[in-house]
């Protein structure tokens, strides 16, 4: 779900190639985002979740899998343990 979240935020906004999405090895700085487009995007899952994600910039030299799973886990840090629901996420469908 978190991952289809961030996915669609840089399709949309990015304009990223969703077939790179693919890519296991696929690098955060290969979707071509600057630093504000980074911030941007962290700030729409800040904004979903309710919470500051700690040093969002350490997020651009990591492969993308890894920061979904980092930014996962301070989610559930945040959370004890467990994500909100999709739909108190404003997405529909499943993921």
């Known amino acids: 779900m978190l991952e289809q979240v961030i996915r669609d935020h840089l399709v949309r906004r990015a304009k990223a190639?969703?077939?790179?999405?693919d890519d296991p090895d696929l690098k955060v700085a290969d979707?071509?985002?600057d630093s504000l487009g980074l911030?941007?995007?962290?700030?729409e899952i800040?904004?979903?979740?309710?919470?500051?994600?700690?040093?969002p910039m350490k997020f651009?030299?990591?492969r993308f899998r890894d920061m979904v799973a980092a930014i996962?886990?301070?989610?559930?840090e945040h959370n004890g343990g467990e994500l909100p629901p999709a739909d108190a996420l404003g997405v529909t469908g499943s993921s």
């Open 46 to 55: 800040e904004e979903r979740y309710g919470l500051q994600l700690s040093d």
């Open 60 to 62: 651009q030299s990591m």
């Open 39 to 43: 911030v941007e995007m962290l700030f």
């Open 72 to 76: 996962e886990a301070e989610l559930r």
């Open 31 to 33: 979707l071509g985002l």
């Open 17 to 21: 190639d969703p077939r790179r999405f």
